[in-house]
């Protein structure tokens, strides 16, 4: 157990994204490419998915408003995104995307939209859940966030 | 170790091309670290993810987001990568249409990833070739044994050419491995030129005739495979059994194993003429749907390359099937066999008998992946008739080499490559009438065939590269452009792939293209291009210009002299294709176009892509497509970009290809290309 307290929180709060389905395996196979070489590798693949991930969020959003919905064009969006979203472990916006996708295909309008107003929800929240994560990861100071304790 | 190395390479530019004989020793000792990774995905999330990945594995990775960007480096540095790893969905390009073209001109390993597991998805991947699929979120875990591809598919290569019984060339070759004996070879990297393919080794070498080739495969030249094929036809395609075509061709030093693997080629190739689905190994005698009879037997062969030409280029699969049953001897009665859109592709890889087909299941691999290039080209071509042209061209152009040898052609001549032309006629599968022999590989599939069945010769030629690199292509290519070349061509033709060149059938078209020897210096470097272009500005205009062949012819030579086009000029490969394409688009199908982009793009990467981009769009497409088939073929071993002037069956398949332009168009051109001696070819 860290004996740093700071350290101790920043584990607490890593333990509970996973607990709670914020964040799957795959945000360990990101955490254990981290090393001295890149010491804020998770971080700054975190950041890159969010600003390249909110253009798609912007795409689908106008794709929405219009009239009628280009569902294939919706499901190609969608697929980007849960690819990307699905690479850094984002586990509960992953399932919504999934979700968005199965409306898509079964030309269900009110769904997607539903699904895609739940999913924005998840995206943001995974986002603040984040962003305080690392703010609190910088503070503690170096340390390898998945396990070896320095 | 290679893992800072990998940072260093990691630029845009083509990958580290620079490793010393040093280096390649001590990175052989420490394979499979230092191998190199190309990998392409438009995520960037993903990318960035991947390449720490696959860094941690102590690769040498370069990334890319946009695959155009991606086969410029693959092109500029054809030894610079060991694998490429791609996304399936990327918006410049699909994924599998990068697959194919790497398949073709380069024959490298690729692997696909998509967050999308469907099963369909996945297939696809394997029928393009894809080496394996790897489904996203990519764990470190599933990188960490991607080497396994590069070294089997080296060491079917081998196998190859032990097949071919260069018994003690595989040896030289294995030991050079096991010694790590880099001197030898020009690779950059170490192990690689061990482990690699023998090519690498016989790059400086300028992967040369066959009996240079490091690499055991045997080059199924024009001729040879005309013999083969007047074997076969004698036989009758359901007795056509390894040993008796051997005994009745009786070509000192080949072997069982060679006729056999380049038999299942044929099979493959002909049961794509006849619109069957890719099934490579299967594909003879099934096939047979009428118009295919014809081509039956031949279109089990080139089945796989025409198919992917008819795929790519929209060959008409008449074409590729009137060339085939051209080729078969038979009057392909029917040729226009129309072929079901986009078994195009498969019609031409028959063209490529190489032998590295002998590979076998790689083959078979690889035609398939040939083939779905080809489809991918193919769609560049767009319908234009060019593309069927293009593939009519091809698949004549291979099927020329097979009709030429069945001397059916002949009177086709341009029947078949005018069914290349029919481009348009996409549905019609080739005229009988006038291909009557000539298969119409590539009715108006639409999709140029020709790109096909470059795409199919190019990776003859590249030899190992097995099915379809497109070196079957080339001969289509050539066959239109070089229907002149039919005779030249029939004993030189770039060596693999079809004896096309030779069809005596053929007869207007002499091309003037120097048949690739001639061809060969002088195509080699822009020549080979030039042609492309040309045609397909020409093609455009439906000129019928008789190509200078030349240039077509020289790029298929290049090819195959693998040392002179290839090595040197890639161009020459681009030519070739164009050519081929252009006799295919006669019509002034955009296929010409198409054709030349691939032909360009054989033409080395350089080169074609210049020539592409001057050629028309199209053609860019075409060319990539056609020159990444190209090369593979002719190069055996070396550049792909020999593509073209390998296959020599061109010649055949030009004039088949030109024989099919009739019925699109006024095909009769079979070249039309008059107008593009290869020389002038305008940039």
Same mark, same amino acid.
């Given at each position: 157990?860290?004996?740093?307290?700071?350290?101790?929180?920043?584990?607490?709060?890593?333990?509970?994204?996973?607990?709670?389905?914020?964040?799957?395996?795959?945000?360990?196979?990101?955490?254990?490419?981290?090393?001295?070489?890149?010491?804020?590798?998770?971080?700054?693949?975190?950041?890159?998915?969010?600003?390249?991930?909110?253009?798609?969020?912007?795409?689908?959003?106008?794709?929405?408003?219009?009239?009628?919905?280009?569902?294939?064009?919706?499901?190609?969006?969608?697929?980007?995104?849960?690819?990307?979203?699905?690479?850094?472990?984002?586990?509960?916006?992953?399932?919504?995307?999934?979700?968005?996708?199965?409306?898509?295909?079964?030309?269900?309008?009110?769904?997607?939209?539903?699904?895609?107003?739940?999913?924005?929800?998840?995206?943001?929240?995974?986002?603040?859940?984040?962003?305080?994560?690392?703010?609190?990861?910088?503070?503690?100071?170096?340390?390898?966030?998945?396990?070896?304790?320095? | 170790?290679?893992?800072?190395?990998?940072?260093?390479?990691?630029?845009?530019?083509?990958?580290?091309?620079?490793?010393?004989?040093?280096?390649?020793?001590?990175?052989?000792?420490?394979?499979?670290?230092?191998?190199?990774?190309?990998?392409?995905?438009?995520?960037?999330?993903?990318?960035?993810?991947?390449?720490?990945?696959?860094?941690?594995?102590?690769?040498?990775?370069?990334?890319?987001?946009?695959?155009?960007?991606?086969?410029?480096?693959?092109?500029?540095?054809?030894?610079?990568?060991?694998?490429?790893?791609?996304?399936?969905?990327?918006?410049?390009?699909?994924?599998?249409?990068?697959?194919?073209?790497?398949?073709?001109?380069?024959?490298?390993?690729?692997?696909?990833?998509?967050?999308?597991?469907?099963?369909?998805?996945?297939?696809?991947?394997?029928?393009?070739?894809?080496?394996?699929?790897?489904?996203?979120?990519?764990?470190?875990?599933?990188?960490?044994?991607?080497?396994?591809?590069?070294?089997?598919?080296?060491?079917?290569?081998?196998?190859?050419?032990?097949?071919?019984?260069?018994?003690?060339?595989?040896?030289?070759?294995?030991?050079?491995?096991?010694?790590?004996?880099?001197?030898?070879?020009?690779?950059?990297?170490?192990?690689?030129?061990?482990?690699?393919?023998?090519?690498?080794?016989?790059?400086?070498?300028?992967?040369?005739?066959?009996?240079?080739?490091?690499?055991?495969?045997?080059?199924?030249?024009?001729?040879?495979?005309?013999?083969?094929?007047?074997?076969?036809?004698?036989?009758?395609?359901?007795?056509?059994?390894?040993?008796?075509?051997?005994?009745?061709?009786?070509?000192?030093?080949?072997?069982?194993?060679?006729?056999?693997?380049?038999?299942?080629?044929?099979?493959?190739?002909?049961?794509?003429?006849?619109?069957?689905?890719?099934?490579?190994?299967?594909?003879?005698?099934?096939?047979? %749907?009428?118009?295919?009879? *014809?081509?039956?037997? !031949? =279109?089990?062969?080139?089945?796989?390359? /025409?198919?992917?030409?008819? $795929? &790519?280029?929209?060959?008409?699969?008449?074409?590729?099937?009137?060339?085939?049953?051209?080729?078969?001897?038979?009057?392909?009665?029917?040729?226009?066999?129309?072929?079901?859109?986009?078994?195009?592709?498969?019609?031409?890889?028959?063209?490529?008998?190489?032998?590295?087909?002998?590979?076998?299941?790689?083959?078979?691999?690889?035609?398939?992946?040939?083939?779905?290039?080809?489809?991918?080209?193919?769609?560049?071509?767009?319908?234009?008739?060019?593309?069927?042209?293009?593939?009519?061209?091809?698949?004549?152009?291979?099927?020329?080499?097979?009709?030429?040898?069945?001397?059916?052609?002949?009177?086709?001549?341009?029947?078949?490559?005018?069914?290349?032309?029919?481009?348009?006629?996409?549905?019609?599968?080739?005229?009988? %009438?006038?291909?009557?022999? *000539?298969?119409?590989? !590539? =009715?108006?599939?639409?999709?140029?065939? /020709?790109?096909?069945?470059? $795409? &199919?010769?190019?990776?003859?030629?590249?030899?190992?590269?097995?099915?379809?690199?497109?070196?079957?292509?080339?001969?289509?290519?050539?066959?239109?452009?070089?229907?002149?070349?039919?005779?030249?061509?029939?004993?030189?033709?770039?060596?693999?792939?079809?004896?096309?060149?030779?069809?005596?059938?053929?007869?207007?078209?002499?091309?003037?293209?120097?048949?690739?020897?001639?061809?060969?210096?002088?195509?080699?470097?822009?020549?080979?291009?030039?042609?492309?272009?040309?045609?397909?500005?020409?093609?455009?205009?439906?000129?019928?210009?008789?190509?200078?062949?030349?240039?077509?012819?020289?790029?298929?030579?290049?090819?195959?002299?693998?040392?002179?086009?290839?090595?040197?000029?890639?161009?020459?490969?681009?030519?070739?294709?164009?050519?081929?394409?252009?006799?295919?688009?006669?019509?002034?199908?955009?296929?010409?176009?198409?054709?030349?982009?691939? $032909?360009?793009?054989?033409?080395?990467?350089?080169?074609?892509?210049?020539?592409?981009?001057?050629?028309?769009?199209?053609?860019?497409?075409?060319?990539?497509?056609?020159?990444?088939?190209?090369?593979?073929?002719?190069?055996?071993?070396?550049?792909?970009?020999?593509?073209?002037?390998?296959?020599?069956?061109?010649?055949?398949?030009?004039?088949?290809?030109?024989?099919?332009?009739?019925?699109?168009?006024?095909?009769?051109?079979?070249?039309?290309?008059?107008?593009?001696?290869?020389?002038?070819?305008?940039?």
């Amino acid at each position: 157990m860290e004996r740093n307290p700071m350290r101790r929180q920043l584990q607490t709060m890593r333990k509970s994204l996973f607990d709670q389905g914020y964040l799957d395996d795959q945000f360990v196979q990101l955490e254990e490419l981290q090393d001295d070489a890149n010491p804020n590798f998770v971080e700054e693949v975190v950041t890159l998915y969010y600003r390249d991930s909110g253009r798609i969020i912007l795409n689908i959003e106008q794709a929405l408003e219009r009239k009628t919905f280009d569902f294939n064009k919706l499901d190609a969006y969608m697929h980007q995104f849960k690819g990307s979203s699905s690479s850094i472990g984002a586990k509960k916006v992953k399932a919504e995307s999934t979700l968005f996708r199965e409306y898509c295909r079964s030309r269900n309008g009110e769904g997607c939209m539903r699904t895609f107003q739940q999913l924005k929800k998840e995206y943001a929240t995974l986002r603040r859940k984040l962003e305080a994560y690392f703010q609190l990861a910088r503070q503690a100071g170096p340390v390898e966030t998945a396990c070896r304790p320095k | 170790m290679n893992s800072s190395s990998g940072k260093e390479y990691m630029s845009t530019a083509s990958s580290s091309t620079g490793w010393k004989a040093a280096d390649a020793a001590a990175a052989a000792d420490q394979f499979p670290a230092g191998l190199r990774v190309l990998v392409v995905d438009d995520d960037p999330t993903c990318l960035m993810i991947l390449e720490k990945m696959l860094r941690t594995c102590l690769y040498e990775v370069t990334k890319c987001n946009r695959a155009e960007i991606a086969l410029l480096m693959l092109r500029e540095n054809k030894n610079g990568f060991d694998i490429v790893i791609s996304d399936v969905h990327m918006p410049d390009m699909d994924g599998f249409k990068l697959l194919e073209h790497i398949g073709l001109e380069m024959d490298l390993p690729v692997i696909m990833m998509s967050a999308d597991d469907g099963k369909h998805v996945v297939m696809k991947g394997v029928t393009h070739g894809a080496c394996d699929y790897l489904i996203k979120p990519v764990r470190i875990e599933a990188l960490k044994n991607i080497w396994q591809h590069v070294v089997r598919k080296r060491k079917n290569e081998w196998k190859d050419f032990e097949q071919s019984g260069s018994v003690e060339e595989g040896d030289r070759l294995l030991k050079q491995a096991d010694d790590a004996d880099y001197s030898s070879s020009a690779n950059e990297g170490n192990w690689k030129s061990s482990k690699r393919r023998k090519d690498d080794e016989d790059e400086t070498d300028e992967r040369d005739d066959t009996s240079t080739l490091k690499k055991p495969r045997v080059v199924w030249s024009v001729e040879l495979h005309q013999q083969f094929v007047a074997a076969v036809n004698q036989l009758g395609i359901d007795k056509a059994v390894p040993k008796k075509i051997l005994e009745l061709m009786n070509v000192p030093g080949l072997t069982r194993e060679n006729v056999a693997s380049h038999l299942q080629k044929y099979r493959l190739y002909l049961r794509r003429l006849s619109g069957v689905s890719q099934h490579p190994s299967n594909l003879n005698s099934s096939f047979m %749907s009428p118009q295919e009879a *014809a081509f039956g037997p !031949l =279109s089990s062969l080139n089945g796989l390359d /025409l198919q992917t030409l008819a $795929a &790519t280029g929209q060959l008409p699969a008449q074409s590729l099937a009137t060339l085939q049953a051209a080729g078969l001897g038979r009057s392909a009665g029917k040729p226009g066999i129309p072929m079901p859109s986009v078994d195009q592709r498969n019609i031409f890889s028959f063209e490529n008998p190489k032998l590295r087909f002998g590979e076998g299941q790689q083959q078979h691999v690889n035609n398939n992946k040939q083939m779905n290039l080809l489809h991918g080209i193919p769609t560049t071509m767009e319908p234009k008739q060019l593309a069927g042209l293009h593939h009519t061209a091809q698949s004549m152009g291979n099927m020329n080499v097979q009709v030429a040898s069945n001397g059916s052609q002949s009177s086709q001549n341009n029947p078949l490559l005018m069914q290349m032309a029919q481009p348009q006629a996409r549905g019609q599968v080739i005229n009988d %009438s006038s291909l009557g022999h *000539a298969p119409r590989l !590539l =009715s108006p599939m639409g999709q140029p065939i /020709l790109s096909n069945g470059i $795409a &199919t010769n190019v990776s003859t030629k590249t030899g190992i590269q097995e099915n379809i690199r497109a070196p079957s292509y080339n001969p289509v290519l050539q066959t239109s452009l070089m229907l002149n070349f039919p005779t030249n061509h029939a004993s030189e033709l770039p060596g693999n792939s079809f004896p096309l060149g030779t069809t005596p059938g053929i007869p207007s078209l002499t091309p003037k293209v120097a048949f690739p020897e001639d061809v060969n210096s002088d195509i080699k470097g822009s020549v080979g291009f030039m042609l492309s272009y040309d045609i397909f500005s020409d093609l455009n205009q439906h000129k019928p210009q008789n190509w200078e062949l030349q240039n077509i012819g020289m790029t298929f030579d290049a090819s195959q002299h693998s040392n002179n086009l290839q090595g040197n000029h890639n161009h020459s490969q681009p030519v070739l294709v164009q050519q081929g394409f252009s006799s295919g688009q006669v019509n002034g199908q955009n296929k010409s176009a198409t054709v030349v982009s691939k $032909a360009m793009f054989s033409a080395g990467d350089s080169t074609g892509h210049a020539s592409a981009q001057n050629g028309n769009q199209h053609l860019n497409s075409l060319l990539v497509d056609g020159t990444v088939r190209v090369k593979s073929e002719t190069v055996a071993d070396a550049t792909p970009t020999n593509l073209y002037p390998d296959h020599f069956g061109q010649e055949d398949l030009m004039s088949a290809l030109l024989k099919q332009q009739d019925p699109i168009a006024p095909a009769e051109h079979e070249f039309d290309f008059d107008g593009y001696s290869l020389d002038n070819i305008p940039e």
